[in-house]
Structures are given as C-alpha cells and as structure tokens.
C-alpha cells in the first residue's frame, strides 16, 4: 500500500493568488457594507466588522506597495 498524502488543512498563501487583489477588495467592501447595515442593531458586531475591514485594508496597501 503506498502512502497518500492529504491535502485538507493546507493553506495557500493569498499572494499566490491572481486574483487576491480583487477578492480583497470585494471582502474589505462586503465588511463595510456589513458593518453599515448593522449600525442600529449591534455595535459590537459592527466594530467586528470594521476591523476585519481595516486589516484587510492594510494588506492590500502593502500588497499594492510591494
């Protein structure tokens, strides 16, 4: 019997990705437009929101720097 090697659980790095720009676009503004309709409801949730928005933020400024 040989052996088989798995591949559930591997992470491919996001740089490797043609298209990490564009899908971190799409996320950072899906996060922004989560946190805009959850203002009234939920201000924990809609400071979740912006976070996971603002570190997307980040990584598309030094991807776009680099």
């Known amino acids: 019997m040989e052996k088989q090697y798995c591949k559930v659980g591997t992470i491919t790095p996001i740089a490797a990705n043609r298209n990490a720009v564009t899908m971190l676009e799409y996320q950072y503004q899906n ?6 309709n959850m203002e009234y409801t939920d201000a ?4 979740f929101f912006e976070q ?6 980040k990584i598309l400024e030094n991807m776009l720097q680099a």
């Open 44 to 47: 924990k949730l809609v400071e």
């Open 52 to 57: 996971k928005a603002e570190k997307i933020q």
């Open 31 to 36: 996060f922004l437009d989560k946190a805009s």
